[in-house]
C-alpha cells in the first residue's frame, strides 16, 4: 500500500450479505436465496442520513476505494473520488460500494453453486436487468439500517442504477450523481456488444457458457471482448497521445521483413490477458444484456418526461467531451427531461481527451463540479 496518499481510506475488508428470501427478477424467475458483497468506508451517522451508495460499471466491483492489504500496488477502481477530503467525502459520508448481482467478484452469478443442482450455475443464471440490481441494493440497504440514501453514485451503467433508483424508491433518494450515462443505448453500442458477446460466444472453449463444467476458459474470446471494450472507451486523440504509431517492436528499414507491432498492439493485448484472467465471461455476456435491455422510458410510452416526473431527488449529470461511446449529447437529454419534468439538475460537460474512461480518471475540472455537487448535501443527523 502507498505510504504517500494521506487521503486514502487505507485498508478495508469486504462483507457479505446472505439474503434468505426470494428476489423476483424482472425476467420472470426468482432467485431464492442470493449473496452481496460490498464494502464500506466513513461511518454511518446516528439517524443513517449520511449513506452514499456507489454503483458500479460494466467490469467494477465492490472495490471502489482503499487497498485489501500492506503489499497492494493498486487501490479501488475510484479512489481518485472517494477518501477523506475527496469529492466522495469518508469524513462526512458513509459510503456503500456493492457487487452487482450477476458479478463474478463475490456475489451471487453465473460461478456460483445453483442450489438445485449443486453445480456452477453457468449459462442457466437468470437474465438480469438494472431494477434487479437496484431491488437487491434496496436489501443491502435495508439490513445496515439506511432507508433513505443522501446519494445514489454512479458511472456509465452505473449511471443507469442511479436513474432506475430514483424512480424506483423516489422517497428513499434524496440525490442522484449520473456520470458519462444515458437512458437507453444507441443502436451502435447495441452494435459494440454483440460484436464482443460474439468474440466470447465464438470461442471453441466456451462451451455454449458452460465451460466450468469442462474445466476451461474462453480467454481469447473475453480477451478480444474486453480489446474491443477498452478501444471504445478511449478516444481517438488519446490513444494517439498516449501511443501514436510508437513501436514495440521490429523496424521499418528498407531489406528488413521482421513483423512489426505496434505499442498500442502491445498495450490491448496485455489488457486483454489480464482482464480474461480475472473476469467471467458469463458475467461479462449477462452484464452487456442488461446494458442493452435498459430503457428508462420504455414503461413510460417512451417519454423520459414522465418517466423523471416520478423522481424527487436533486440530480448532477456529468459528460465529457471525447466520451463516444456515452456521448454528451445522452447527458444533455437526461438533464433537458429532468428539467422538462420541474426537477432540480445541475449539468456539467468537462473537457477530457480521454474518452468513456474520463469518468475513472483525475481531472481538477470534474473534481471541482463533483466535489461543489457532494458539499450540498446535508449530512447533519434530523432530530
Known sequence: MPKSDTNSVGLVTPQI???????????????????????????LNADASNAVLICHA???????????????????????????GKPIDTRRFFVVAVNNLGGCAGSTGPT?????????????????????????????????????WAAVVGGSLGGMQAMRWALEYPDRVRHCVVIASAMKLTAQNIA?????????????????????????????GLATARMIGHITYMSGDGLGEKFGRALRTGSFAQGSDELVEFQVQSYLRYQG?????????????????????????????????????????RFLV????????????????????????NKSVCYAEIESNFGHDAFLLPNPRYEQVFRNFMDTIDTEPRT
Not at 130 to 142: C, F, I, P, T
Not at 192 to 217: Q, V
Not at 295 to 310: G, K, M, N, T
Not at 318 to 341: G, K, N, Q, Y
Request: aromatic share 12%.
Open 58 to 84: 460494466l467490469s467494477g466491483t465492490h472495490h471502489a476505494a482503499g487497498f485489501h492489504s500492506e503489499s497492494d500496488r493498486k487501490p479501488g477502481w475510484w479512489d481518485h473520488y472517494i477518501g477523506p
Open 112 to 148: 456460483s453453486i445453483n442450489p438445485d443442482t449443486g453445480k456452477p450455475w453457468g449459462p442457466d443464471f437468470p437474465t438480469l436487468r438494472v431494477r434487479d440490481w437496484v431491488h437487491s441494493q434496496a436489501k443491502l440497504g435495508e439490513s445496515l439500517g439506511i432507508h433513505t
Open 192 to 220: 459494440f456488444n454483440e460484436t464482443a458477446r460474439n468474440a466470447i460466444m465464438s470461442d471453441p472453449n466456451f462451451c455454449d457458457g458452460d465451460y466450468l463444467a469442462h474445466h476451461t476458459s474462453p480467454k481469447n
Open 273 to 313: 490477458d489480464v482482464f480474461s484472467d480475472n473476469f467471467d465471461a458469463n458475467t461479462y455476456v449477462l452484464m452487456t444484456r442488461a446494458l442493452d435491455y435498459f430503457d428508462l422510458a420504455r414503461e413510460y410510452h417512451d417519454d423520459p418526461v414522465a418517466a423523471f416526473a416520478h423522481a424527487s431527488a
Open 318 to 341: 456529468v459528460s465529457f467531451t471525447t466520451d463516444w461511446r456515452f456521448s454528451p449529447e445522452r447527458s444533455r437529454e437526461i438533464a433537458h427531461a429532468l428539467m422538462a419534468a
Open 17 to 43: 450479505l446472505d439474503i434468505d428470501e426470494p428476489l423476483s427478477l424482472a425476467c420472470g424467475r426468482v432467485l431464492p436465496r442470493y449473496q452481496l458483497i460490498y464494502e464500506t468506508y466513513g461511518q
